[in-house]
């Protein structure tokens, strides 16, 4: 089956420590995106990526790096300088610009003590 | 900036339709209407989109307004899965920001027995 992981579902850290979100898709999709989600809020989005190699700042970047070293994957790294880490993650694909339809992994709900 | 409008929360008994509706006022003349909800805990789904006409597929029905200020999606007989957030989105289709979605609060629609 054809579709975006997420790993782990759920993931606790203690403040001070980066920490790093999958995203994996067998879509063949050319973009990817990262999404953060705070209780009862819309999705803001973090970083994107329209082709491996190369990936551009979102709304709400700081304190968060990316990698796009294959087209399948996708990692988010959380870093101590983001000040509220504690959210719902998500990540999402598609096929490039152009294409309606946005494909959404799972999701990681990362929580920081 | 919020580019649509939508009740933030509606109940809906289960077998009957359920009518969502959503402002967007400023829409431009490229810009698609998107539909998406997110059940809880879950990523969002896509549903539907359209531009001018209305439009149906095996979810949902979106029709939209001669003037293209607003818009309806419609669940012809909602069942208890449909429980989620249902979101309305403007965009255009080729956006610089690399076809992100902008997610604003969406309406929690509760399917009732």
């Known amino acids: 089956d054809g579709g975006i992981t997420q790993s782990p579902k759920y993931l606790f850290r203690k403040e001070g420590q980066n920490v790093t979100l999958s995203c994996e898709q067998n879509l063949n999709h050319d973009a990817m995106y990262w999404y953060r989600q705070d209780p009862g809020q819309g999705l803001r989005l973090i970083y994107y990526?329209?082709?491996?190699?190369?990936?551009q700042k979102g709304d709400i970047a700081e304190g968060y790096s990316v990698s796009r070293e294959k087209k399948e994957s996708f990692p988010l790294t959380v870093t101590s300088a983001q000040k509220n880490p504690t959210a719902f993650y998500l990540c999402a694909s598609t096929s490039g610009t152009g294409v309606h339809e946005q494909y959404f992994g799972p999701g990681t709900r990362l929580t920081v003590t | 900036d919020a580019k649509t409008t939508q009740p933030p929360s509606m109940d809906c008994a289960e077998g009957r339709a359920a009518n969502l509706p959503c402002n967007h006022s400023t829409i431009s003349g490229n810009e698609y209407v998107y539909w998406y909800r997110q059940i809880h805990s879950q990523g969002p789904q896509y549903i539907i989109h359209g531009l001018k006409n209305n439009e149906t597929n095996e979810m949902a029905s979106l029709i939209i307004t001669e003037d293209r200020k607003s818009s309806t999606l419609i669940l012809p007989h909602a069942t208890l899965r449909d429980t989620a957030v249902y979101y309305c989105i403007v965009r255009a289709l080729f956006e610089a920001a690399g076809n992100k979605l902008t997610f604003g609060g969406g309406t929690r629609v509760l399917v009732k027995p």
């Open positions: 990526s329209q082709i491996v190699n190369d990936f």
